[in-house]
């Protein structure tokens, strides 16, 4: 059986806030996903937890679990930017 779903992928900026606004008022089970680097500051949670208040839906936050940051990949994979591997 297949299933369709929608995704927005959220920046936790004011643009992927309206864009999301405008999806949910279209189709309401919609899916919110943020991938989280670590390496936001703490302004970017506040307004991402605002947001979804505003919108009152909840995100999906994504983020690998054998890495805290986007520094921490460079220092283990000692790359900035190559093939992924697969984990």
């Known amino acids: 059986m297949n299933v369709r779903r929608t995704t927005i992928w959220s920046s936790s900026g004011a643009a992927s806030?309206?864009?999301a606004r405008l999806i949910l008022s279209e189709v309401p089970d919609t899916i919110i996903a943020r991938c989280e680097t670590g390496t936001e500051?703490?302004?970017h949670n506040r307004f991402a937890a605002d947001a979804m208040g505003w919108?009152?839906?909840s995100v999906t936050v994504l983020r690998p679990?054998?890495?805290e940051s986007v520094a921490e990949v460079w220092r283990r994979e000692r790359a900035v930017s190559e093939p992924s591997p697969s984990y």
Do not use: R, T, Y
Request: negative net charge; charged residues 15%; aromatic residues 8%.
């Open 17 to 19: 806030a309206i864009a």
């Open 41 to 43: 500051d703490a302004d």
């Open 55 to 57: 919108l009152n839906a």
């Open 65 to 67: 679990a054998q890495f």
